[in-house]
Nanobody
Framework: EVQLVESGGGSVQPGGSLRLSCAAF????????MAWVRQRPGKELEWVSG????????IYADSVKGRFTISRDNVNEILYLQMNSLKVEDTAVYYC?????WGRGTQVIVSS
């Protein structure tokens, strides 16, 4: 059974940082591109960042470019999202996905 389990969310002040993790189970993690997607309060799902299977190519939404960094550990089968210079508008539930499977998400709240 495929499972994606996000963690690392929390409450932080504007300008702060968080590191999200997504542990993968039940599939060959290193064979898949992965992505982070978020859903802000009252908004639709928004793609945030993606990374190829080998971890060498990463792409970002304009809204997070230069502040967020996606990475992956294919040995331990974990996807990461380092989020720096957080803004109030980054408040959302963050999900990891392989394009077909989704985790339950982790809540990020950015507030002063």
């Amino acid at each position: 059974e495929v499972q994606l389990v996000e963690s690392g969310g929390g409450s932080v002040q504007p300008g702060g940082s968080l590191r999200l993790s997504c542990a993968a189970f039940g599939f060959t993690f290193g064979g898949y591109s992965m992505a982070w997607v978020r859903q802000r309060p009252g908004k639709e799902l928004e793609w945030v960042s993606g990374i190829n299977s080998g971890g060498r190519t990463a792409i970002y939404a304009d809204s997070v470019k230069g502040r967020f960094t996606i990475s992956r550990d294919n040995v331990n089968e974990i996807l990461y999202l380092q989020m720096n210079s957080l803004k109030v508008e980054d408040t959302a539930v963050y999900y990891c996905t392989d394009g077909g499977d989704w985790g339950r998400g982790t809540q990020v709240i950015v507030s002063s």
